[in-house]
């Protein structure tokens, strides 16, 4: 009876450490996707710093946003639309160009996160939310309603954004103790890697937030959590 108690009670330290290790990996994963929440919501209170509240498309002047995009190459143009998705402009570094119907077919397809959004707008919770787009592209455009219940947002390079925007973040975490990885759930192909080895089991994955196509895996260096937790249990 007390070596099955004894046993019973080791396996019951090691499910506690190993819960212990697997929520400090999970905090790890949350803060990467914070820090690009955040800084995506600096980009778009930019945007919307020149709304001038009276439900027009509040951009008259593409020059205003050249700083912005040449500051951010990851952002590829700044867009606005009315709520019928009947005009819309879109602001490059090039030039404006105005009624683009891609982005209106797009905006279309997805009117009930838009529907959405004004939800939250109305109840004063600016929310940002990644726009659903097809397989191929290589863009990922993230959405928000302005004050002047307009629909605005940027369309970011996906990959640009995780290697310029996030690969610091993973560095600064790292300190050779984790790895990690980004992958495109689409392809399956390798976005970044930070101490990562072909092969290497990962502990968590989370997608971003910012970019639901793309899942990030770390796993601890040297050693797995099983064996971290067998050698606090000697």
Known sequence: FF??????????????????????????????????????????NRI???DNGSNSLFI?????FKEMLNENPSIKYVFV????????????TSGEVENDSGLANLLRKQSKLVKRL?????????????????????LQYLISISKSKLVYGIAIDKTEFVNKELSAKFKSISQSEFSFAVL??????????IDYTEGQKFQRTRNLWMIPDYKMGIALNGKTIDQLVSERNK
């Open 3 to 44: 070596l099955f108690k004894e046993a019973s009670n080791l396996n019951e330290t090691e499910k506690m450490i190993e819960s212990i290790y697997q929520k400090q990996l999970d905090a790890v994963l949350f803060s990467v996707n914070q820090y690009s929440e955040d800084l995506a919501r600096n980009w778009m």
């Open 48 to 50: 919307e710093a020149y």
């Open 60 to 64: 008259s002047d593409e020059k205003i």
């Open 81 to 92: 639309s009315d709520t019928s998705f009947s005009f819309n402009a879109i602001f490059k």
């Open 118 to 138: 004004f939800t939250y707008q109305s109840a004063n919770f600016n929310k940002i939310e990644p726009l659903p787009v097809p397989d191929e592209t290589t």
């Open 184 to 193: 495109d759930t689409v392809t399956s192909k390798q976005i970044l890697a």
